[in-house]
Structure formats: C-alpha cells, structure tokens
C-alpha cells in the first residue's frame, strides 16, 4: 500500500503529512510433503517505515502515534497435519512450530477492511512470538493451545528470545462456527514480561471475544466484526479494555467501510515526540487515556495492470481523547487539543494468490467463514 496521511494534531501540536509504502508483505506456502506444510511471511516494513507509520492512537514496541514496523520474518513454521489420521474420524489434530501468532485474539489488522490499524492491535493479538502450538478441530469448533515466549520484538531484526523466555507464556482459544460465515471465538493468554526482553518486566493477562459475520446480505458481500478485549497488567494495578466494531459492503468493484472502536492505552515515558522508553518497566506508565475513534474509507477495484491488482482508497479518521484515571500525563499538554483527525489516500497493490488468513494454522483453519482474503 502506497499511501499518503494527513494528521491533526500530533505529539507537540500542529499537522503532519507523510507519504510511506506500507504492509509490503510476501506469502509463500508449500506443500506436498506428506502431512508437512510450510508458511512464510517476509514484511520490510523495516525498510520502508523504519520510523513507523503516523497513525495517531498506535502504541507497541516503543512507538507511540506511530504504527511500529513488523520483523522482516512476520511468519515462519512447519504444520504437522493431520496427526491421528482416520483415528478421529473427521475431526484433525495438528502441530504448528516456528515463528508466527500466539493463539489469541482476532485476525491481525493487514488482513481487514481499513488501512488503519486499530490502537487496540496489542491488547488484541500477540504476534511474532516462537510458538508451539497445537489445534484440534471437531466438526464446527476449533480449540487451540500455545507455548510461546513473552518478549515482544524490538527492532524488525530481532528474533524472539527462545533461551530462557521460551515457554514462559501460553494462551488458549475456541473457535465456533455456529453456522456458515459466523464464527465465534474466545481466548486468554498470560503473557510474562511482554515489553521486558530480559523477563525483568510485569507480566500481562488478556482476554479476548469477538464475532465474525462474512455471509453475503441480499447477494452483496458483506463482512463485520465485533470484538471486546481486556488486558490487565502488574497484578491489575493496570487495567486496558478495547470495544471495536467494524464492517464492509462490497456491490460489485466498490468496498466502503466503517470501523468504531474505543480502546485504553498506556501514556508511558517518552524520549522523544513519538517513542517510548525501552526497557518498559512498572513506573514507566504516566496514566492512560481513552481514545474514541471513528473511520470511515471507500475502495475500488480498478482492475490490474501488468498482472498487479489495482484498488485505490480513502479513509478518513475522527476521534477523541480522553483521561479516564489519574496519573501525571495531560492531554492538551501534549497535543494541544483532545479532538484529532487523519486523512489517508493511497493505493493497495496485490500480484499472485490471496494473501492466507494470518494466525490461524493447522487444523484452527478449519472451514471457518475466510481461509484467504482478498485485498
């Protein structure tokens, strides 16, 4: 996505546009080895938005009003399909080990309508973990159990810290499909020293609901989520909670969107405009504020030029902060003004097969309401 953002205000006050080449991703999967598969996910985010993406709201990894870049190796494991053959009827049984997402939560932002990622994106999905994970699915459910370790990544360089943190981390989900293209998922995970790579930090637990609707409504494709998060962190000392819902309609070669969500965010210590200090540590939070925000984004499918898929978009962002609690950070202090906006215009460009679901492996994809997505 080639993409131009216009937002008001920023850290400090005042406008800021930028033009940046986000979500470069590519997918390759292989099989034919048997029960063996192989999926892998190269993003260069790394090169291409090293100072991440202005997106008022984003925090995670140090970043904050800015989404961060993803590690150069987003995904990387091997499946073992199938592991009890005939003996489960027509239920499965998988092994999933490598690089990839936690069990928990729903499908990361790139996958979805808007170009904005949600300021929820870490209270609801832990990613580019080393994982182990297993999945039954038995007619509509699917169940899922993973090992991984807590420490969040960095810099887009970074492998996670297997020696010492691996295992240190879990978190189970359930999948339902209740009937074809509605899916109901549920999940929790406790996380050790997400934001401590050492293991010095507090630790996280998390919750996750949400519904996903992708049935066509009178012969257009429709699809819609809703999802509640929670996460809670030093013994509940600190508590987030996130509430989105988001859908699109697509008639033909148009797609319009609409997402809602009021998600809590740490204020933690900052070392400049837009970063966080890193190491997190328990005294770095400041307080949490409380941010509000509707978007609303057309897209259309223009057709492809040289075997590369063409959709130009718009998307337009206006929200709110607010300070639910106490603590020492203010809000107009740091951007002026409690109301904001953002501008985007830009342009996704597709070449190959649909991008896979990501998160979900093994036996967890099941025949759920969407094993590949279209952008």
């Not at 810099?155 to 359930?174: A, I, N, T, Y």
């Not at 020293?193 to 919750?207: I, M, N």
């Not at 206006?318 to 951007?335: D, R, T």
């Not at 093994?362 to 997505?373: C, I, V, Y």
């Amino acid at each position: 996505m080639a993409a131009w953002t216009l937002a008001e205000p920023v850290p400090g006050g005042g406008r800021l546009g930028e033009i940046r080449l986000v979500q470069p991703t590519l997918v390759a999967e292989a099989g034919g080895f048997g029960r063996l598969s192989l999926l892998a996910t190269i993003n260069l985010e790394g090169l291409t938005i090293e100072r991440g993406e202005l997106t008022p709201g984003a925090w995670g990894e140090g970043f904050v009003d800015r989404r961060h870049p993803h590690t150069y190796v987003h995904e990387l494991l091997l499946t073992l399909g199938d592991l009890l053959g005939r003996r489960d009827g027509a239920g499965a049984l998988s092994l999933t080990v490598g690089k990839g997402f936690a069990p928990f939560g729903t499908d990361d932002p790139m996958m979805r309508p808007p170009l904005r990622y949600p300021v929820n994106h870490h209270l609801s999905q832990i990613l580019e973990r080393a994982v182990a994970i297993a999945a039954l699915r038995a007619g509509p459910v699917r169940a899922e159990f993973g090992l991984f370790n807590g420490d969040e990544p960095e810099r887009p360089g970074q492998w996670p810290r297997v020696s010492g943190r691996f295992g240190d981390s879990w978190s189970v989900r359930l999948t339902g499909e209740p009937l074809p293209g509605i899916e109901l998922q549920g999940s929790h995970a406790q996380v050790h020293s997400p934001e401590h790579r050492p293991g010095a930090g507090t630790d996280q637990r998390k919750w996750s609901l949400s519904a996903l609707w992708t049935r066509p409504g009178g012969g257009v494709p429709v699809e819609a989520l809703v999802e509640w998060a929670r996460t809670s962190e030093a013994d509940g000392f600190f508590v987030f909670h996130s509430v989105l819902a988001e859908g699109a309609w697509s008639p033909g070669r148009h797609r319009l969107h609409y997402r809602f969500e009021r998600t809590e965010r740490p204020e933690e210590e900052r070392v400049s405009p837009f970063r966080s200090l890193r190491p997190h540590l328990e005294n770095s939070i400041l307080g949490v504020t409380r941010w509000t925000i509707h978007t609303f984004g057309y897209e259309f499918a223009a057709g492809e030029l040289a075997g590369i898929r063409l959709r130009p978009l718009a998307e337009v962002s206006l929200g709110s902060i607010a300070k639910p609690g106490g603590g020492l950070f203010q809000v107009e202090e740091l951007y002026g003004r409690s109301d904001f906006w953002t501008l985007s215009l830009g342009l996704r460009l597709g070449a190959g097969a649909p991008m896979p679901r990501m998160g979900r492996y093994g036996a967890a994809r099941g025949t759920g309401p969407a094993t590949h997505h279209e952008h």
